[in-house]
C-alpha cells in the first residue's frame, strides 16, 4: 500500500500569506495525484487532479505541482474561505489511499 | 449538472448488515466507476473500493474483503455498497464518489455524495 504522509499537521497563516502544503509518497505514483479540500460537515471538494490540473470552477490561488514522490499544494494568497482540511489521494495503486490531511487556519 | 445523492443516515447493531445507496444523475451512469470512501469521526478517508456499473466489475480494499458488496442497478442509476458483520469500528460516514477517466483506474474521483452517517451501537 502506498502510504502518503502530510506536512505540515496544521498551517495557521494570515489573510494574504503564502500557503504550501506537502505531500510526500512512500513510492512514485507518476503524476495520478489529487488535492482535496474538506470544510466540516461537508463531503471533499476536488481542487486538483494529475498534480496540476485545477478542476473546474477552483479559483487560481490554489495550484499544483510534483511528481514521482513529492508534490505541493500552493495556495498564493489565503483567503478566510480556505479555512478547511487539505487532503491529498494517490489513484496509481490499489488500494486508493489518502494523506492524513493538513489542517489551515487564519491567525 | 452531475450529482450523487445518498440514502439517509442508519443506526444498526454490530453484527447486522447495512446498505447504503447513491444515485447518480447527469451524466451515463454506465461510462464511470463509483467508488466508496468512509471517514470516521474527526478522521481521515478511507478507500473502501470501487465498481463499474457497466460490467459490474469490483475492487475491494483487501481490509473489507469478505465483508463488503457493491453493486448497482442500471436502470435506475443508482449504486449500493452493503457492509456487513458491523462492528463499532465501523461506525463512519460512508460517501459515494465518482471515477472521472472512463474505462481506466487512473481516475480522480468527483464529485461526491453528500455522505451517509452508519452508526453502530447496541
Known amino acids: 500500500e502506498i502510504v502518503l504522509t502530510q506536512s505540515p499537521a496544521t498551517l495557521s497563516l494570515s489573510p494574504g500569506e503564502r500557503a504550501t502544503l506537502s505531500c510526500r509518497a512512500s513510492q512514485s505514483v507518476s503524476s495520478y495525484l489529487a488535492w482535496y479540500q474538506q470544510k466540516p460537515g461537508q463531503a471533499p471538494r476536488l481542487l486538483i487532479y494529475?498534480?496540476?490540473n485545477r478542476a473546474t470552477g477552483i479559483p487560481a490561488r490554489f495550484s499544483g505541482s510534483g511528481s514521482g514522490t513529492d508534490f505541493t499544494l500552493t495556495i498564493s494568497s489565503l483567503q478566510p474561505e480556505d479555512v478547511a482540511v487539505y487532503y491529498c489521494?494517490?489513484?496509481?495503486?490499489?488500494?486508493?489511499?489518502f494523506g492524513g490531511g493538513t489542517k489551515v487556519e487564519i491567525k | 449538472q452531475v450529482q450523487l445523492v445518498q440514502s439517509g443516515a442508519e443506526v444498526k447493531k454490530p453484527g447486522a448488515s447495512v446498505k447504503v445507496s447513491c444515485q447518480a444523475s447527469?451524466?451515463?451512469?454506465?461510462?464511470?466507476?463509483i467508488n466508496w470512501v468512509r471517514q470516521a469521526t474527526g478522521q481521515g478517508l478511507e478507500w473502501v473500493g470501487r465498481?463499474?456499473?457497466?460490467?459490474?466489475?469490483?475492487g475491494y480494499a483487501q481490509k473489507f474483503q469478505g465483508r463488503v458488496t457493491m453493486t448497482s442497478n442500471t436502470s435506475i442509476n443508482t449504486a449500493y455498497m452493503e457492509l456487513s458483520s458491523l462492528r463499532y469500528e465501523d461506525t463512519a460516514v460512508y460517501y459515494c464518489?465518482?471515477?472521472?477517466?472512463?474505462?481506466?483506474?487512473?481516475?480522480?474521483?468527483?464529485?461526491w455524495g453528500q455522505g451517509t452517517l452508519v452508526t453502530v451501537s447496541s
Open positions: 489521494h494517490q489513484y496509481y495503486i490499489t488500494p486508493l489511499t
Open positions: 465498481m463499474n456499473p457497466n460490467n459490474a466489475n469490483t
Open positions: 447527469g451524466y451515463t451512469f454506465t461510462t464511470f466507476d
Open positions: 494529475d498534480a496540476s
Open positions: 464518489t465518482r471515477g472521472n477517466r472512463p474505462a481506466s483506474s487512473y481516475s480522480w474521483l468527483d464529485p
